[in-house]
């Protein structure tokens, strides 16, 4: 076994979570997203509280339908994985992750974790270090296993900002700090999925935008629970002028850089780009340039509202 004091070079081989033979505790829950449900045993049992509060209306007790990812949890008797230097300086979250045979593994400072997406088993260890509040590892564990699961579920998880309206999704994204949270704050119409993450499957009646807890900074109304046909995606560009132009040929590539947790992979495995081509479909692609203020819905083109669609609010 590796010293958390080494600088770590790769995530922990699967062989390496031998060496923590205990579960972390006796909590176990269930987090459903539509089709994408993730089931977690052995959790420490403080951690019941504050999940309810960041998951509540998506939780479950284990057992429920479907075909859950199920991971089991286990308590590594070391600080952390990765040495953080929050002390010394700031430092962006640091997550490394490998993906081999469909098996995805990832560690961060508190948190070593890998997962076989297809056969649905996974196991995550934790470590006692104070300095990265386990709810947040966990946290990043989730929207990681969410990301590839998603992916197996014809579908994909977007770094961008869901906003439901008349009964349509629509899907705003960009790198960090391109407006998705200023887009959402700002927004007056509709109800906000996310700001940050927003999760989009691949059903026969169409593609649709699933409610799920990863709000980001946006905490106004209640959690959207359900599904929404997806009406476009926007390019986003901070612009003096308001307005929506067509896709130039370059919207599918910037939305395969959006791609958390995933698009890191892409070049070993560019199988991945035809899979999320598919999930597209003939969903418009378009680019969204827009000011700082709340003129943004009337550049975009009405779109009818739906006859119907499985829609309901927590």
Not at 78 to 84: G, I
Not at 173 to 197: H, M, N, R
Request: aromatic fraction near 10%.
């Amino acid at each position: 076994m590796r010293a958390d004091q080494d600088e770590r070079r790769a995530p922990l081989e699967i062989a390496e979570f031998g060496a923590f033979p205990h579960p972390a505790g006796t909590f176990s829950t269930r987090l459903d997203m539509a089709t994408v449900a993730v089931e977690l045993a052995g959790l420490p049992d403080d951690l019941g509280e504050p999940m309810a509060r960041a998951y509540g209306p998506y939780l479950g007790a284990p057992g429920g339908s479907g075909s859950p990812l199920r991971v089991e949890a286990l308590a590594a008797p070391l600080d952390y994985f990765l040495p953080p230097r929050f002390t010394a300086q700031w430092e962006a979250y640091r997550v490394l992750t490998a993906y081999d045979d469909g098996v995805f593994r990832s560690v961060s400072y508190r948190l070593a974790a890998w997962i076989d997406v297809q056969r649905r088993v996974g196991q995550i260890a934790i470590a006692r270090g104070a300095a990265d509040p386990l709810p947040r590892a966990l946290e990043n564990f989730l929207r990681s296993a969410v990301a590839w699961l998603a992916l197996q579920e014809n579908g994909f998880f977007l770094h961008g900002a869901g906003i439901v309206r008349n009964g349509l999704a629509f899907l705003f994204y960009g790198p960090s700090g391109a407006g998705k949270s200023t887009l959402a704050a700002l927004s007056d119409e509709g109800q906000v999925i996310s700001d940050d993450l927003t999760l989009l499957l691949r059903r026969p009646e169409g593609l649709v935008a699933v409610g799920a807890p990863f709000r980001g900074t946006y905490r106004e109304g209640a959690p959207l629970v359900g599904t929404f046909p997806v009406a476009a995606f926007y390019r986003l560009r901070k612009d003096e002028l308001t307005c929506v132009r067509p896709d130039g040929g370059g919207c599918f590539a910037d939305l395969l850089g959006n791609l958390p947790f995933v698009v890191d992979q892409m070049p070993r495995h560019p199988e991945i780009i035809d899979r999320v081509r598919t999930v597209v479909g003939g969903t418009p692609l378009r680019t969204l340039h827009f000011r700082n203020d709340r003129s943004f819905w009337p550049a975009i083109e009405p779109i009818p509202e739906p006859p119907g669609s499985s829609t309901s609010r927590a």
